[in-house]
């Protein structure tokens, strides 16, 4: 593909991502809604420190794979005679097979033993739901390095939003037990549409592990490997924390459904931030400089501005939404859910930073910038929720993004500093409507200054040229050539041959 056809594939894909997003947010705020309410504070507790625990496992067999997808895969598709490009999704799926079954085995053995008093069936459930999620993630992550980054972000989409086709009548009919088959069936329907997604990139005959060729590949895999590990133990270990140190489901709970409102909003932030790896892949290569910042700077404003949105809303219309969207009883998420929200700031340039960092082959940046974020989560994280609870671990939170960000951003700043004056530029202007805070009183009053907050926001950024009309129209005019581009796409297939589809 050309410059002209990887940029408009991108940004075709980026606006394909923003409206999944909205998917995304109502299957949260549906299940936000529903299974808490349903489920009460221990039982939802129960299960948030199961599927938390999960992620952590399913991650732990990622082996940087997705990075790999995202880093190679775009030069090798352009190879239409290579065949190096099918030995290595052969070769990545059979570890990542391995992977799955030793980090489920790991997980049944590690719960049997800490978590005595959750039913072992359930427990079994979620061992085989772990095995399952991690062939699908790889296999959703091979689009990403096709420049399909809409196909790879519709794996979480499709997972959150069959949650509540599954783990609702789950526990309706099962308790806990039915919960956790639920969340099975969940992964299992998940990754049944992955294999039709994806079958005609896979065979039995590629099902082998070659060391010679797969040893430069698994190189940069397991450094970046040890940055998803650092990452996943970040986001999903808050609810251990809060278990060992409270002993207390309930608090759980409440840190469990700010954390998962967060993580879709960290999911939106750094898929956003992925799609254009492709893209970047190339500018680099062709030494095109200017338009790389350019790209890494509106990136950055817009994910940005999102984000201060996001926080503006907690602010002005939590109070009144959280109680009646999850229930009276779980009223302290109304609390947990300002700091997991101010954490989206600083995500917002470290995920860009991050992405930067892979385009240009520092994985110890990433790695030591995932350490030193885990460190000041677990550092400070027992003392603030032995003094305030749940609070505390979502204050540990803010502490850990700030503390990455601020050394990414620093890392990188040779390649991000237009992207630098921006984000500050937007947390300044959103800044500036925090105050309204104080004239909060009915519920039409604190929808009308939320409204106008915005409103002001986004007219200010764009009165300063932080933001620029121009670039949604390019978005969505990109979006309307959706068809025609996937036609031009298809020529450049997986398979190599002109003309052969991808699906």
């Known amino acids: 593909m050309t410059r002209a056809a990887e940029a408009q594939s991108a940004l075709r894909n980026a606006g394909f991502l923003v409206i999944q997003r909205g998917g995304l947010l109502a299957a949260g705020v549906l299940f936000a809604v529903l299974v808490p309410r349903i489920m009460g504070p221990g039982a939802y507790g129960r ?49 990542r097979l391995i992977a799955g079954a030793l980090v489920a085995a790991a997980f049944l053995g590690l719960t049997t033993r800490w978590l005595p008093d959750l039913d072992p069936p359930a427990l079994l459930a979620v061992t085989a739901a772990i095995f399952v999620r991690a062939v699908s993630h790889l296999l959703f992550s091979l689009f990403l390095g096709l420049n399909q980054a809409a196909r ?3 794996g979480e989409l499709l997972s959150r939003s069959l949650l509540l086709v599954f783990v609702l009548p789950g526990y309706v009919i099962g308790g806990f037990r039915g919960a956790c088959v639920g969340l099975l069936l969940t992964e299992v329907a998940t990754l ?19 060391g010679r060729h797969l040893g430069p590949y698994l190189r940069v895999g397991l450094a970046y490997f040890g940055v998803n590990l650092f990452l996943i133990a970040f986001q999903a270990s808050g609810e251990s924390l809060v278990r060992l140190v409270t002993h207390d489901y309930a608090e759980v709970s409440y840190f469990g459904i700010a954390n998962s409102i967060h993580l879709s909003a960290v999911a939106a932030i750094q898929q956003l931030s992925l ?11 062709q030494n095109a400089v200017a338009a790389l910042r350019e ?48 954490a989206l700031l600083p995500l917002a340039l470290s995920s860009v930073a991050s992405v930067v960092a892979v385009t240009h082959d520092r994985p110890g940046v990433l790695l030591l910038g995932a350490g030193l974020r885990l460190a000041v989560f677990w550092g400070v994280g027992p003392l603030l ?10 204050l540990a939170v803010l502490l850990a993004q700030i503390v990455q960000a601020a050394y990414l951003g620093w890392m990188m700043r040779a390649q991000m500093a237009p992207a630098l004056r921006s984000w500050g530029a937007c947390g300044l202007a959103g800044a500036l409507f925090v105050p309204l805070i104080w004239l909060r009183s009915s519920i ?12 002001g926001f986004l007219g200010l950024l764009l009165a300063t040229r932080v933001l620029a009309v121009s670039q949604v129209v390019e978005t969505w005019r990109a979006i309307g050539q959706a068809g025609r581009g996937r036609r031009a796409e298809a020529v450049q297939g997986f398979d190599g041959a002109p003309g052969s589809p991808r699906r």
């Open 192 to 210: 049944a549409i992955a294999l039709v997604w994806t079958r005609s990139m896979l065979s039995l005959a590629r099902l082998r592990i070659d």
């Open 47 to 95: 299960f948030a420190l199961v599927s938390s625990l999960s992620t952590l496992f399913v991650m732990c067999s990622t082996l940087g794979f997705t990075e790999v997808a995202g880093r190679f895969l775009p030069e090798l598709r352009r190879r239409p005679e290579s065949r190096d490009l099918h030995r290595l999704v052969g070769g990545l799926l059979s570890i």
């Open 444 to 455: 039409p009053l604190n929808a009308a200054l939320f409204v106008a907050s915005l409103a």
């Open 152 to 154: 790879w972000g519709a």
């Open 275 to 285: 799609a254009f790896a492709a893209l970047l892949i190339t500018l680099r290569e």
């Open 295 to 342: 790209g890494l700077r509106r990136l950055v404003s817009w994910t940005t501005a999102a984000a201060v949105a996001a926080v503006l809303g907690v602010l002005l219309l939590g109070p009144d939404l959280v109680p009646r969207v999850v229930g009276r009883s779980f009223e302290p998420v109304v609390i947990t859910l300002i700091p997991m929200t101010l």
């Open 385 to 394: 929720v032995m003094r305030t609870g749940s609070l505390g671990a979502c």
